[in-house]
Every structure is written in C-alpha cells, then in structure tokens.
C-alpha cells in the first residue's frame, strides 16, 4: 500500500543546484525517520542524508555543507537541496523511511523508482 515517489532529478552542471521531492502515501504508521539514498554506477546504494520527526538531521560527509534535507509532515513529503553539485553526485537517487510500530522503529519495505541526477558539463 506504501507508494514513494521521487521527482526533481535531471540534468546540472557542475556547481548547479537542484531540489529532489518525495512524495509517500498510503503509510499507515506515524514516520520516525525520513531519508534519501543514491546509487551510483558501480557503487553500493548509500545512504546519503536522514531527518527525523524531530526535525534533527544527519548528513553523509561526502555532501555535507552541500546538501539540505527538509520535510513537510503535512504533506507526507520530503525534500533534498542539492547545492554545489560534483560529477561525482551523479546517481540515482531513491528516498525512503522508518516508521514507528508496536514501539519500535522499522523501515519500509519498498522502495520508488527514484530519480537520475546526471552532474556533467
């Protein structure tokens, strides 16, 4: 019943900005934790910035001082600002969260189509 949607990716140049969205419905439990993840080609899906209910954010060091997570709890939405931008943050970018249930904290178990940034001159 869980359905994310990713949207915003494309093509930069290098040193451009661009702003990710999630869209989440259909998530019954209340959200701990909101993330975004990024696989790039030949590498391992990371995880690349995380905020919780709180409000309280965790940052990769490969993007710090980079990027902005931020959500809308209205909207069931999340975001990422992607500043500065590098070739090498050329990936796809998927987002994801963790839910609170029967007092523990799980993640989903799905996953969206994601979103390609492509960084390139």
């Known amino acids: 019943q869980v359905q994310l949607v990713e949207s915003g990716g494309g093509l930069v140049q290098p040193g451009g900005s661009l702003r990710l969205s999630c869209a989440a419905s259909g998530i019954i439990f209340s959200i701990n934790t909101m993330g975004w993840y990024r696989q790039a080609p030949g590498k391992e899906r990371e995880l690349v910035a995380t905020?919780?209910?709180?409000?309280?954010?965790n940052y990769a060091d490969s993007v710090k001082g980079r990027f902005a997570i931020s959500k809308d709890n209205v909207k069931n939405t999340w975001y990422l600002q992607m500043n500065s931008l590098k070739p090498e943050d050329t990936a796809v970018y998927y987002c994801?969260?963790?839910?609170?249930?029967?007092?523990?904290?799980?993640?989903?178990?799905?996953w969206g189509q994601g979103t390609l940034v492509t960084v390139s001159s």
């Open positions: 994801n969260a963790e839910v609170y249930k029967l007092g523990y904290s799980v993640p989903l178990d799905t």
């Open positions: 905020i919780t209910n709180s409000g309280s954010t």
